[in-house]
C-alpha cells in the first residue's frame, strides 16, 4: 500500500492537502470532550508517529462514530467515550480498529454520511469542530505533492 492523507476541512491556508511534515490540528467534536490536537502530519494517519502515545486517524474516527467490536483495553471498564479515553485504552493502531475506520470513512459517499467525519485543519484555524463546516476528505494525491486551493 501507498501513502495517504487528507484534504484540509479547512481554507485558512493556500494548501489544499496535508503532506508529510505538515503542522495541522485534529478537531474534536464537543461529545468527545472538544478542543484539538496539534500534531506534525507524519504519513499514513498516524497520530504522536513515534512516541508511545501513538494514535491512528482511522482508529480515533471508527471510535467518534460509534462502530462494534472495537478492541479497547478494559482497564477503561467501558467502550472509551471521550477523547482522552480513546487515545489511553482505544488501541486506535489495531489493523482491526483502523479497518473499522476505514469502513467507514474511505470515498466521500461514506463520510458525508458520518455523524462525526475526521476535521483536519490548518494549525493556524481557529475555530472549533462545530464551527468548522468543511470536512477532510481522502487526499487523490495521496500526499505525495502538495495541493493548493
Known sequence: MGSFSWLRADKTTKRKN??????????????FGGGFIKDTYYDYGYVFHGTENEADLYGILAYWNSCEGMDYSYE?????????????????????????????????????????????????????????????????????IKTYW
Open 18 to 31: 496535508l503532506t508529510k511534515g505538515d503542522r495541522y490540528k485534529i478537531l474534536i467534536p464537543k461529545e
Open 76 to 144: 477503561c471498564g467501558h467502550y472509551p467515550r471521550t477523547m482522552e479515553e480513546i487515545l489511553k485504552y482505544g488501541n486506535t493502531c489495531k489493523q482491526s480498529n483502523r479497518s473499522q475506520g476505514i469502513n467507514v470513512g474511505c470515498g466521500k459517499e461514506c463520510i458525508d454520511k458520518l455523524k462525526y467525519p475526521l476535521k483536519l485543519v490548518s494549525a493556524s484555524y481557529k475555530g472549533a469542530y462545530e464551527d468548522c463546516k468543511g470536512r477532510s476528505y481522502n487526499d487523490p494525491e495521496q500526499g505525495f
